[in-house]
């Protein structure tokens, strides 16, 4: 994977130099669990307890997540955004659905909602109108639940 990152010094300053730290990822998530990544794999010394990878192995993990930044890369960021948005959305929903309702998990999620929502506004391009109304109707949601726990 060297060589796809600027290095600190050519970061651009929004960066600083997260892309130097997204390049040292030691470990991949799949549904199946975290995966550690060994820096220099060596088989003799590899006995740790944990779940090891062959040379063969972690070249095709890594061409996975290769492509898969790749294909990400093709997507819009108003849309991998307005994605993200949707699951606060849906996370404040399964918090108020709870029962007894997760208050305050649910107003975490509706509140990082709303900064993104009220932050990147119109950059959201179509997603914004739909952002702005789903944002609306959880707040309205949270507050029923409230007003419903509270008189019970």
């Known amino acids: 994977m060297a060589g796809w990152e600027p290095s600190c010094e050519e970061a651009p300053l929004l960066l600083g130099c997260a892309a130097d730290i997204v390049a040292q990822v030691s470990s991949l998530w799949t549904p199946g669990g975290e995966h550690r990544l ?8 590899a006995d740790d307890g944990e779940e090891g990878f062959d040379d063969a192995t972690e070249a ?11 294909r990400l890369a093709d997507v819009p960021a108003a849309q991998v955004v307005a994605n993200h948005a949707m699951g606060l959305f849906e996370l404040a929903a399964i918090h108020l659905g709870s029962e007894p309702p997760h208050l305050a998990d649910a107003s975490i999620a509706i509140d990082a909602l709303g900064a993104l929502v009220d932050g990147v506004g119109d950059r959201l391009g179509s997603n914004a109108a739909v952002l702005r109304d789903a944002l609306g109707q959880i707040r309205l949601a949270f507050v029923q639940v409230s ?3 509270s008189s019970a």
């Open 38 to 45: 060994p820096d220099d794999p060596d088989p003799a010394t």
């Open 147 to 149: 007003q419903a726990r």
């Open 60 to 70: 095709e993990l890594r061409a996975e997540l290769d492509e898969a930044r790749r």
